[in-house]
């Protein structure tokens, strides 16, 4: 059962362009959202979360927006650069009680921006 | 300040082997989780350790186990490799586990081919 579901395993993009990645969910208990980028032979990288109160994160040409009836968010990156040209996933964090917490991935969507 | 270390970052074994894999965390991290990454299925959890204190488990079999030390330092280890063990294997750490405002660091992960 798979739980985040990234259903675009790639996207391509023009420079300057806007990318917009999305990633739905299942489970109504997560509580915060966080997006990686995944360079290969590089492990994940922390670009950006939202908790699950907000509706919008903000940080510099990375937006992220989380619509909570309809278990969707997304990520905007504008504008797009061909060094954002990478695998993202995203990932969210459920609460198994108490403070154990961990992280469920999507499969990740391939991003590429060509020049 | 320091990475995320893992060691080795690649690794052959023969079926029916057994491996063990090492992670440093940040310094100052207290909690490192691992997870398994193979192109079918993206990042899954496999468990997560805080204060020398398994906290969280995924849905692997019980040939995959770990361990964290007193100064953090984790290990996993797999037992009698299966071919479908190969993978890329890694590890996060973060302050107290919950992720929170800057999400989970990764290493660059061990990539383990088992022939």
């Known amino acids: 059962d798979q739980q985040v579901k990234q259903n675009s395993p790639s996207l391509s993009v023009q420079e300057g362009r806007i990318s917009i990645l999305n990633c739905d969910y299942t489970?109504?208990?997560?509580?915060?959202f966080l997006w990686y980028k995944k360079y290969p032979a590089e492990g994940p990288t922390f670009l950006i979360s939202?908790?699950?109160?907000?509706d919008k994160n903000e940080d510099g040409r990375f937006t992220v927006f989380l619509n909570k009836s309809a278990k969707h968010l997304s990520l905007h990156i504008v504008p797009s650069q061909p060094g954002d040209s990478a695998v993202y996933f995203c990932?969210?964090?459920?609460?198994?009680?108490?403070?154990?917490?961990?992280?469920?991935f999507g499969k990740g969507t391939l991003l590429t921006v060509n020049p | 300040k320091a990475g995320v270390t893992q060691t080795p970052r690649y690794l052959i074994k023969t079926r029916g082997q057994q491996v063990t894999l090492s992670c440093s965390p940040i310094?100052?991290?207290?909690?490192v989780s691992w997870y398994q990454q193979t192109p079918g299925q993206g990042l899954q959890f496999l468990f997560e350790?805080?204060?020398?204190?398994?906290?969280n488990k995924g849905n692997f079999p019980g040939r995959f186990s770990g361990r964290q030390f007193s100064n953090s330092r984790s290990e996993m280890n797999v037992s009698t490799l299966e071919l479908g063990d190969s993978a890329l294997y890694l590890c996060?750490?973060?302050?107290?586990?919950?992720?929170?405002?800057?999400?989970?660091?990764f290493g660059s992960g061990t990539r383990l081919t088992v022939v």
């Open positions: 489970n109504s208990m997560f509580d915060y």
């Open positions: 310094s100052g991290h207290r909690s």
């Open positions: 939202i908790s699950s109160i907000k």
């Open positions: 990932a969210a964090r459920g609460n198994s009680g108490g403070s154990n917490y961990k992280l469920t």
């Open positions: 350790y805080f204060s020398e204190t398994q906290r």
């Open positions: 996060a750490s973060s302050f107290t586990g919950t992720g929170a405002l800057y999400g989970y660091t």
